[in-house]
């Protein structure tokens, strides 16, 4: 497996469109506004396996009404504030999984992460993802329940290496 880490702008089309290919195979991605936000993001993440793309994330910029819905979707109100980097969109093709290939993206953008505040939201029924994100130094610090979607598990990671 190779990875890369890429900021958008230079990424070549094909990459950009293969990222946001894989991105819409998750349920809850809008297709139709999602090239933007990928074009906005801080980090894109890469894995490769004999040269197919199996495996995707991002640090991104997280947008004030995004991070005010999460703060106002908390079960229990812990938090005034988020910070405005998001790890996020991560996703491995389900051919791919188990094979520690979402780890070493979380690791890779965990590392780009290493001196800023940042947050990460995580399917509340997907333990995996936390665990990787516990692993680098995020602490889960809540549920948020947002409309139509499941409820999600949101984890901080402060500023120190």
């Not at 070549?12 to 991605?29: A, D, M, T, V, Y």
């Not at 809008?30 to 396996?49: C, G, N, P």
């Not at 504030?81 to 051919?95: F, H, M």
């Amino acid at each position: 497996m190779d990875t890369m880490l890429k900021a958008p702008a230079l990424c070549s089309n094909l990459e950009l469109e293969q990222f946001k290919k894989l991105l819409c195979l998750r349920p809850e991605i809008d297709s139709r506004t999602i090239e933007r936000r990928i074009l906005k993001a801080h980090t894109l993440a890469f894995a490769y396996v004999e040269s197919v793309l199996v495996g995707i994330g991002a640090v991104k910029f997280a947008k004030p009404g995004f991070r005010r819905r999460v703060l106002e979707g908390q079960k229990v109100r812990l938090l005034e504030e988020l910070p405005d980097r998001e790890l996020g969109w991560l996703y491995v093709k389900e051919d791919f999984r188990g094979r520690g290939i979402g780890s070493v993206l979380s690791s890779d953008l965990i590392g780009v992460l290493k001196n800023s505040q940042a947050y990460a939201l995580t399917d509340s029924e997907n333990p995996v993802t936390g665990k990787m994100l516990s692993s680098g130094g995020f602490f889960q610090c809540g549920e948020i329940l947002l409309a139509n979607h499941p409820s999600y598990f949101l984890y901080l990671k402060d500023s120190t290496p």
